[in-house]
């Protein structure tokens, strides 16, 4: 009796490969993350509306900050600031002119540097030295940091986490930063830099308002209105987690333990004259 054995055509095999080759360099953080334990920052929120985070970074600069707080008033959005604690210290009327247009402050940290390069003692005093000043300016209690540079780890992660922060990406990048044009700046935000990577329900979208990002305050008004017109909610990204079910990736679910840093003894609100900051760079 002669046994015919079956073989999968070759090209089928490539085929297989390719795909998952796709697959892995797609979701490569995410297929890494579930093998390696690696924590995640939180880059998206679930929601089951149209819901998404308006964000900006700011840690230096005089003159874009004030126009995009003026368009924004005027379209009546609110948005969060990540604000670097030297900056906030030089600009404190800008600071609570956020907090009166019913805006959310972030922390940027103190230092512009990466965190992950640091130990986790520096990590934290990075952290509670920022958050003193913000508080103090601001009157707000902040517990969002997005990491300057976008730098972290899991030692990173899980000191902030400790200190009662959670740790924002972004899942869409305007490039703002890159000065490649208002026009540009819209595409990238609405579509995506890569084809269907553009805004989705949860989203979470980063702006810079530093005066390196001047395309900004060009196309911001046209992004607002476009996303309007397609029935998206902007909100600060305090109010989306609030709204949300759950965070993207699932290594960004990470459970609240509510200890708040004690950074000194200046109470949120603290009104003192502030002092001078360090430039950031």
Do not use: C
Request: charged share 20%.
């Amino acid at each position: 009796m002669k046994v015919i054995i079956m073989r999968r055509p070759p090209w089928r095999n490539l085929v297989l490969w390719g795909v998952l080759l796709f697959v892995f360099l797609a979701y490569r953080d995410n297929v890494i993350s579930v093998f390696s334990g690696k924590l995640k920052p939180i880059y998206s929120a679930n929601v089951t509306t149209k819901a998404v985070g308006l964000t900006f970074d700011i840690s230096w600069g005089e003159k874009t900050a004030l126009p995009i707080l003026d368009i924004l008033k005027q379209e009546g959005v609110h948005a969060t600031f990540f604000l670097s604690s030297p900056w906030a210290e030089k600009h404190p009327e800008l600071v609570k002119r956020m907090v009166a247009d019913g805006d959310e402050i972030g922390s940027h940290g103190n230092r512009h540097i990466d965190l992950n390069t640091l130990s986790p003692e520096e990590i934290a005093k990075e952290i509670t030295s920022a958050q003193a000043v913000l508080e103090r300016i601001s009157g707000q209690k902040v517990r969002l940091i997005r990491v300057p540079n976008g730098a972290y780890d899991n030692k990173v992660i899980s000191v902030a986490d400790r200190l009662g922060y959670r740790v924002i990406q972004w899942s869409v990048d305007s490039l703002d930063w890159k000065r490649p044009g208002p026009a540009a700046v819209v595409n990238n935000v609405l579509n995506g830099i890569r084809p269907g990577a553009g805004v989705k329900p949860g989203s979470i979208i980063l702006f810079h308002a530093s005066d390196s990002a001047p395309d900004t305050i060009k196309a911001l008004p046209e992004v607002i209105k476009a996303l309007k017109a397609k029935g998206y909610v902007l909100m600060p990204v305090g109010q989306l987690l609030s709204e949300a079910t759950g965070t993207w990736p699932p290594e960004s679910n990470l459970k609240e333990n509510g200890n708040p840093p004690k950074a000194d003894n200046t109470p949120a609100g603290n009104t003192d004259k502030t002092q001078p900051g360090v430039p950031s760079p």
